[in-house]
């Protein structure tokens, strides 16, 4: 009964590391979805025409925290993409497309 119980507490102990290892890659996407959504506007903005003062310097530093993150967390995918392809219709991206 003692063995039963001491796996029991392990595999507890195990799937509350995978749980909070989950969390924290899923923080980490989140972060990473907003620093895309900043540089997404900071180029739209500079591209009509809308830029202020900051926003070159904005565009640089959101470029440097994005490839600091990926440096840390391994590089991003839109997995969005890839989940929403029919491949029936014909709309697959070309191979080696790469954002």
Known sequence: MKAGATQAVQKAQEAGKAG??????????????????DLGAALYADHAGRATAETAANITRLYSEIEAHEAENGEASDASESDSTDESSGDTPAEGFKL
């Open 20 to 37: 909070q290892a989950k969390i924290e890659e899923t923080r980490a996407k989140h972060h990473l979805d907003g620093l895309f959504r």
